[in-house]
């Protein structure tokens, strides 16, 4: 298809703040010139589309300047957090093109660390065991306009918090009897610096350290000196945690360890999707989707199964760019991206997705020809292949119209069209089902001066249309996306309602009888190509349990995106 080149976000690596930061850094020899970035996720749900984003921002900037990325996983939430999602998150990371080396780390890997620094802000008389439960928190924490109110505990003697905090870890207390709060200033005026938690108590089994532990680390706490510990130069992370960022210093400056700088861009937003794990979770365990890597969903693995390529989600993750403000991005781009990649690499095939049967009666009964076909067009190198071609065929339904209107080139009754690398037919007669009245069959003839679809005497057809020989036809299972959601942005929608609501349960439709060219009889789950006229479409893992090839339309042709666009310019 013919893009508009001018219409779409260029692709040259545009020097972004993040990248601006670094190059000053360099420039002032800060770190030495080390660039040392991390991707922390939370193992309690897949990898989506925004994570993407993330992870190939942390590990795009370590490569280019010559530094690493770590892949850590912050499992400080047992209740959450499972082996399955931390296996899935590696296997989707490395899908995306990233190698973190021997950079896997695990924050709970630090938790002794992590314990001992607090010993020593008790001991500071930074910190304090407080008795006061959840509500009790919440309450006295006043709002943006008031300051909080101090807990009665606050001002508990060191050695008594000490002695408290040591019992909360050796699993004297039940569940809430206490936490661990930082001392700073309940009238802050920003709510995070209010007494913030730090350990909260949790009898939960945890993957990798089983009952070890019955305190865990809140975020805030944890996370810088996660970072701390492996020497991270730059923390990049989203914009939510720009408030955050004061509590991030004052924990290392109180503790005065090693300070990686926290430097906040905005999360990627794609309309029509999907994007938080709360939500993605929600909709597998109701069975909205069948399962986390269902092709509908913007999750890495889901993407992954639909048919989308790592080098497309690189090229996207760069083409919408880094800033400081939030925007939503049009999923468009993402499709964009994803068809430039295809349609350089993707094998051309004849699929036919809703077959209607042709007879050529003046074809010899028993013959059949090989006719030679272009694999890509846009790479001669991928060669040709053979497709037999027969007395019957199958085209699409919508290939025929009995009635054309004005300007329909395809195939109607006493017109001529060019088969596909084949030869010219004309349609004669139509037969119709005697009950329904539906049209079952069309008899056809050909003009045999027309091989490979061009006559000498260069008489010329307007349409060219694809199809399958009938006796050498694969039949498959074809399965049609659209997207999950019927609004852009069910947050801008008026009325409140969850965004559930606004789900389409027609998301998914399901071919049965489509006829495909014998090429692909055995193509393995993964296989991508074009189906000529129809989109790109690959091979389901589902094709092994079934017997037969299941494909999944991965994106339609038609590239709406790039011509609707009024500006070089990725968001809307
Ligand atoms: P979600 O909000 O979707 O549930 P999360 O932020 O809780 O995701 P984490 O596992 O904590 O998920 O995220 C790991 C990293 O990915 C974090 O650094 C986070 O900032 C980043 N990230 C998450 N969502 C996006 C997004 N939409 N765009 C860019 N980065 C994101
Ligand atoms: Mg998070």
């Not at 606050?154 to 909360?168: Q, S, T, Y």
């Not at 970072?227 to 004061?246: A, K, N, V, W, Y």
Request: contains cysteine; glycine residues 6%; hydrophobic residues 35%.
């Amino acid at each position: 298809m013919k893009i508009e080149e001018n219409k779409v976000p260029k692709t040259d690596k545009v020097i972004h703040f993040i990248r601006q930061i670094i190059n000053q850094d360099i420039a002032d020899n800060k770190n030495e010139g080390r660039v040392i970035t991390r991707f922390p996720p939370e193992p309690n749900g897949f990898l989506h589309i925004g994570h993407a984003k993330s992870i190939c921002l942390n590990f795009g900037l370590a490569q280019e300047y010559g530094g690493r990325c770590h892949l850590r996983f912050d499992d400080t939430n047992p209740v959450k957090e499972e082996q399955k999602y931390i296996d899935g998150i590696i296997e989707d990371v490395r899908w995306l093109g990233f190698d973190w080396g021997e950079h896997l780390y695990y924050a709970s890997d630090y938790f002794e660390k992590m314990y001992k620094w607090a010993e020593i802000l008790i001991q500071k008389g930074l910190a304090f065991v407080d008795s006061a439960n959840a509500d009790q928190i919440r309450e006295w924490r006043g709002t943006l306009t008031q300051p909080g109110k101090e807990s009665p505990d606050r001002n508990r003697p060191f050695g008594e918090n000490l002695d408290l905090f040591r019992r909360m870890r050796a699993g004297e207390f039940e569940d809430g009897a206490y936490v661990l709060r930082a001392k700073i200033d309940m009238a802050h005026p920003n709510m995070n610096m209010r007494d913030p938690v730090m350990y909260r108590i949790l009898k939960a089994a945890h993957p990798r350290t089983g009952e070890d532990w019955c305190i865990y680390p809140m975020y805030d706490w944890a996370h810088g000196l996660e970072d701390s510990i492996e020497g991270i130069t730059h923390s990049i992370c989203t914009l939510e945690f720009e408030d955050h960022r004061p509590l991030y210093d004052w924990f290392l400056d109180q503790l005065g360890i090693y300070h990686p700088q926290q430097i906040e861009f905005a999360r990627l937003n794609l309309n029509y999707t999907v994007m938080s794990k709360r939500k993605l979770l929600q909709l597998v365990q109701n069975r909205i989707v069948d399962g986390w890597d269902d092709p509908r969903m913007p999750t890495i693995s889901g993407l992954r199964r639909r048919g989308y390529t790592p080098e497309a989600i690189r090229d996207f993750a760069e083409r919408i760019g880094v800033a400081k403000r939030e925007s939503m991005v049009d999923i468009g781009l993402l499709e964009h991206c994803l068809r430039e990649d295809l349609n350089k690499r993707a094998p051309r095939v004849m699929g036919v997705l809703k077959p209607l049967k042709i007879t050529i009666t003046n074809y010899p009964e028993d013959q059949v020809e090989w006719l030679e076909a272009v694999n890509n067009p846009e790479d001669e190198s991928a060669g040709v292949r053979k497709v037999p071609f027969s007395r019957e065929i199958y085209i699409e339904q919508d290939d025929f119209m009995e009635i054309p209107p004005k300007g329909y080139h395809r195939l109607s009754l006493g017109s001529e069209v060019r088969l596909r690398y084949a030869y010219y037919i004309t349609c004669n007669q139509v037969v119709k089902d005697k009950n329904t009245g539906e049209i079952c069959e069309l008899l056809c003839t050909f003009d045999p001066e027309s091989r490979g679809g061009y006559t000498a005497d260069g008489r010329k057809v307007k349409g060219t249309i694809h199809w399958v020989s009938v006796p050498h036809a694969v039949d498959a299972e074809i399965r049609l996306y659209s997207s999950l959601l019927i609004v852009a942005d069910p947050d801008a929608e008026k009325e409140e309602r969850e965004f559930i609501d606004y789900i389409d349960p027609d998301s998914l439709q399901i071919l049965n009888h489509c006829k495909l060219e014998p090429s692909l009889k055995d193509a393995p789950a993964g296989y991508f190509c074009q189906f000529e006229r129809k989109g790109y479409f690959c091979v389901d893992r589902d094709s092994v349990r079934c017997g037969y090839p299941v494909f999944n339309r991965t994106v339609e042709l038609r590239d709406s995106w790039a011509k609707m666009q009024p500006s070089n310019n990725a968001v809307l």
